[in-house]
């Protein structure tokens, strides 16, 4: 049978069992209401579905995408027979398998990724703490790659989730690589939330973090996102590329203190930098034989 074949969906009734609400999505993700065109809303709704903390039923997708019935309804059966979204017997939504193999085929061929990974090694080896790799994706960062310290630390920061840029180590260096004005015109729409005390929550405090860290090439997060969590990171340039991109060191804030973060800073800079010139060295021509 071909993919392409319509696909009925159940539509089942607004009545959620429980009483329980959609799973939140976060807001970085609701795109939706501003996707323009049949494709970017299709787009909208497999992230949704994606991000959810949970399978959604019928009715969580179309309360929580915000358009009509019908349209979500096929939409999803596109999806669903696309196998980029799976419909359960117990009718909730997840992403589907075809969905996790062009994930794993994009993961694989990923140049960031593989070249940073040995200087990551390296870096989690020398200083014996968590090393992280994200990009800059808008307002938030995702996380690449991630070595745990020798000791198994329990944080928000894994493979494949985000966090906002503003209060992260690695957000905030990768915030480091844009122009200025790029960087004030993101700033200027982030929706602050102020996770622990020390969290940025002004466009104005953003800038001046972000300014001192193209400054010194290195910058910190003194549980700003996470209580009890520091860490020193440093932006990863990599001219003629669409990303910008970040390493840090992350750690306890009773084990890492600010001295020993400020001691590490030249490591973690010198080994963003080896990453930078092993990318552009992957851009230049290669000499015939």
Same mark, same amino acid.
């Given at each position: 049978?071909?993919?392409?074949?319509?696909?009925?969906?159940?539509?089942?009734?607004?009545?959620?069992?429980?009483?329980?609400?959609? &799973?939140?999505?976060? +807001?970085? #993700?609701?795109?939706?209401?501003? =996707?323009?065109?049949?494709? /970017?809303? @299709?787009?909208? *709704?497999?992230?949704?579905?994606?991000?959810?903390?949970?399978?959604?039923?019928?009715?969580?997708?179309?309360?929580?995408?915000?358009?009509?019935?019908?349209?979500?309804?096929?939409?999803?059966?596109?999806?669903?027979?696309?196998?980029?979204?799976?419909?359960?017997?117990?009718?909730?939504?997840?992403?589907?398998?075809?969905?996790?193999?062009?994930?794993?085929?994009?993961?694989?061929?990923?140049?960031?990724?593989?070249?940073?990974?040995?200087?990551?090694? &390296?870096?989690?080896? +020398?200083? #014996?703490?968590?090393?992280?790799? =994200?990009?800059?994706?808008? /307002?938030? @960062?995702?996380? *690449?790659?991630?070595?745990?310290?020798?000791?198994?630390?329990?944080?928000?920061?894994?493979?494949?989730?985000?966090?906002?840029?503003?209060?992260?180590?690695?957000?905030?260096?990768?915030?480091?690589?844009?122009?200025?004005?790029?960087?004030?015109?993101?700033?200027?729409?982030?929706?602050?939330?102020?996770?622990?005390?020390?969290?940025?929550?002004?466009?104005?405090?953003?800038?001046?973090?972000?300014?001192?860290?193209?400054?010194?090439?290195?910058?910190?997060?003194?549980?700003?996102?996470?209580?009890?969590?520091?860490?020193? =990171?440093?932006?990863?340039?990599?001219?003629?590329?669409?990303?910008?991109?970040?390493?840090?060191?992350?750690?306890?804030?009773?084990?890492?203190?600010?001295?020993?973060?400020?001691?590490?800073?030249?490591?973690?800079?010198?080994?963003?930098?080896?990453?930078?010139?092993?990318?552009?060295?992957?851009?230049?021509?290669?000499?015939?034989?």
């Amino acid at each position: 049978m071909s993919r392409r074949m319509t696909v009925d969906v159940a539509m089942p009734d607004d009545e959620k069992p429980n009483g329980e609400k959609p &799973a939140a999505v976060p +807001a970085s #993700q609701g795109k939706t209401e501003n =996707a323009t065109g049949t494709l /970017g809303k @299709v787009v909208s *709704l497999l992230e949704l579905i994606a991000f959810a903390e949970k399978p959604m039923r019928f009715t969580d997708v179309v309360e929580a995408c915000g358009q009509p019935r019908g349209t979500v309804h096929r939409q999803l059966a596109h999806l669903v027979a696309e196998g980029l979204v799976d419909h359960a017997a117990d009718q909730t939504y997840a992403v589907g398998l075809r969905l996790l193999q062009l994930a794993a085929k994009a993961w694989s061929g990923n140049d960031l990724r593989s070249v940073a990974a040995p200087h990551l090694s &390296a870096l989690q080896e +020398a200083t #014996q703490e968590s090393v992280h790799l =994200a990009v800059l994706n808008g /307002g938030q @960062v995702t996380y *690449l790659d991630k070595m745990e310290g020798r000791h198994t630390l329990r944080m928000h920061s894994q493979v494949g989730k985000t966090s906002p840029a503003y209060c992260t180590g690695v957000g905030k260096a990768a915030l480091s690589l844009l122009s200025v004005d790029a960087l004030a015109e993101l700033t200027a729409g982030m929706e602050f939330h102020r996770f622990t005390e020390a969290t940025i929550t002004t466009p104005e405090a953003l800038v001046a973090d972000v300014t001192a860290i193209r400054e010194n090439g290195y910058g910190f997060d003194l549980q700003e996102h996470e209580i009890g969590i520091h860490c020193v =990171a440093a932006p990863v340039r990599a001219p003629g590329r669409n990303f910008c991109a970040a390493i840090s060191v992350t750690g306890p804030a009773y084990r890492v203190d600010v001295e020993q973060l400020r001691k590490w800073a030249p490591l973690v800079r010198e080994t963003a930098d080896k990453i930078s010139v092993e990318l552009a060295c992957r851009l230049s021509p290669v000499a015939d034989d």
